[in-house]
C-alpha cells in the first residue's frame, strides 16, 4: 500500500466568513473525502495562520499558545475584553483585540479622536503576566493617533502647553507641547518587542498613515489633512523625526512609529515573525503539499500577506503550495511567481459573492475535495 500523504494547512482567515482555524477544518473534511475517493492514505496536519493583523491571537492559541485576557479602553473609551495570547515568555499582542475597527461601538468611526489607549493596557497586561518577549500585531485598526495612546497607557507623558495631557486621538496632537517617555514601564528597557506588520508606509506623507488609511476609518479630505500635519508635529516633539519615514512607521494609524520610536521595537513583515512564532518550519518537515489562502487572492497578497509568506516558506524547501480562496484576482504567472502552482477559488463554484460568504464553509469544502483529485491522485 502507498505511504500516506502528509498535507500542511496554513491558510489564513476568510474575513468575514470563516476563522483561519475553520478554514483548516473544512478543507481537511474536503481532503479526505477526495483522498478516500482516489484511494489515497492521507495525513492531514494543520496551522491556522495570520500576518499580524486581525485573527492573529487566534492563530497563535491554536498554535498551542494560552489564551488570556484583559479589560482595556476601547478605541473611543468604552471598556472591552481583549484577548492576547502567551506561551513561556512569549506574547503575542493584537493591537486590533483593544482598538480595532470592530471595536468601534456600533461601527461608528471617529477618525479624530480614536486612541491606542488600550493596546498599551494590553501590553502592560502581557508584561504583568510574565512576558519579556512580545509581538505587537498590528492591522484593523480604528485610529490614527501615532501610538501615542499606547505610550501614555505605559507610563509616557504626552503634555500640551498649559501641561495637561493631550486629549485622545490624533487630532490633538497638533497641540502637543512636551513628550516625556522618562516614565514608560522599565520592563520594556529589558523586552524584545518586534513590530508585526503586513505593511511598511511612512508615518507622514501621501503613503503615509493618514493618507492611506485614514478614509478607511471614516476621514475626510480635510480629516486627513488635520491628521496628517498633527502627525508629523508629533514625530517632531518626540525628536525621533526620523524614524518617521522607517518602515512600518504607518502601520495601524502610525502606532507602528509610537512602538518604533517610543518602545524600541524592531519591524519585520507580521507574516515571517508569525510563521516564526508558530513553529512553521517544524510543522514543514515530511510534508508533501502546502495548502495555503485567504479570503481575497489578489494583488495586495503579493505584498507579504499570510499566502505569499507560506509559499515562499514551502517554495524554499521545495514543497509545492495551492491555495484555496473566496476569490481570485491574480493570474496564473503572478501566482507560480509567489509560489503557488494553482488556485481554488469559491466563486468557481459559485458566482454569487453573497452567497460565497454565507456558505463558505460547505463550498471550501468541495473546493478541498476538487484539490485532493488533482494533486493526490
Excluded: W
Excluded at 481532503?31 to 492521507?42: E, F, T, V, W, Y
Excluded at 496551522?47 to 489564551?67: H, K, M, Q
Aim: aromatic share 2%; with cysteine; glycine share 16%.
Amino acid at each position: 500500500m502507498a505511504d500516506a500523504v502528509r498535507v500542511l494547512i496554513a491558510a489564513d482567515k476568510f474575513k468575514g466568513s470563516l476563522t483561519a482555524a475553520e478554514v483548516a477544518r473544512h478543507v481537511a473534511a474536503g481532503l479526505r473525502r477526495g483522498a478516500a475517493a482516489a484511494g489515497r492514505l492521507l495525513d492531514v496536519a494543520a496551522l491556522p495562520v495570520a500576518d499580524g493583523g486581525d485573527g492573529t491571537v487566534d492563530a497563535a492559541v491554536a498554535a498551542g499558545f494560552e489564551r488570556r485576557e484583559a479589560r482595556v479602553t476601547g478605541p473611543v473609551g468604552a471598556p472591552v475584553t481583549a484577548a492576547y495570547a502567551l506561551r513561556g515568555g512569549t506574547a503575542v499582542v493584537e493591537m486590533a483585540e483593544a482598538s480595532g475597527l470592530r471595536r468601534l461601538p456600533g461601527g461608528v468611526p471617529a477618525p479624530l479622536t480614536a486612541t491606542t489607549y488600550g493596546t498599551g493596557e494590553l501590553v502592560r497586561a502581557a508584561l504583568d503576566a510574565g512576558a519579556r518577549s512580545l509581538v505587537l500585531g498590528v492591522g484593523g485598526s480604528a485610529t490614527t493617533d501615532g501610538g501615542a495612546g499606547m505610550l501614555s497607557a505605559l507610563g509616557a507623558r504626552l503634555l500640551d502647553a498649559s501641561g495637561a495631557p493631550v486629549r485622545p486621538g490624533g487630532a490633538a496632537l497638533a497641540g502637543l507641547a512636551t513628550a516625556d517617555l522618562s516614565g514608560l514601564d522599565p520592563r520594556l528597557r529589558t523586552a524584545s518587542l518586534v513590530l508585526a506588520s503586513d505593511v511598511d508606509n511612512p508615518l507622514t506623507g501621501t503613503a503615509g498613515a493618514a493618507a492611506v488609511y485614514g478614509p478607511q476609518k471614516g476621514a475626510s479630505v480635510d480629516d486627513v489633512a488635520l491628521l496628517d500635519a498633527a502627525l508629523a508635529h508629533y514625530a517632531a516633539v518626540l525628536d525621533a523625526g526620523a524614524l518617521a519615514g522607517a518602515a512600518g512607521a504607518g502601520a495601524a494609524g502610525g502606532l507602528g512609529y509610537g512602538a518604533l520610536a517610543g518602545l524600541g521595537a524592531v519591524f519585520r513583515p507580521g507574516i515571517e515573525v508569525m510563521l516564526d512564532v508558530l513553529g512553521f518550519a517544524d510543522a514543514l518537515r515530511g510534508t508533501d503539499l502546502v495548502i495555503t489562502g485567504e479570503g481575497s487572492l489578489d494583488a495586495q497578497t503579493l505584498r507579504g500577506k499570510a499566502p505569499a509568506g507560506v509559499a515562499g516558506a514551502a517554495r524554499e524547501r521545495g514543497i509545492p503550495v495551492v491555495a484555496v480562496c473566496g476569490r481570485l484576482a491574480l493570474e496564473t504567472t503572478a501566482l507560480k511567481g509567489a509560489g503557488i502552482v494553482r488556485a481554488y477559488a469559491l466563486t468557481d463554484l459559485e458566482p454569487d459573492p453573497r452567497r460565497c460568504m454565507a456558505h463558505a464553509g460547505p463550498l471550501l469544502e468541495r473546493l478541498a475535495e476538487r484539490v485532493a483529485a488533482d494533486h493526490l491522485a
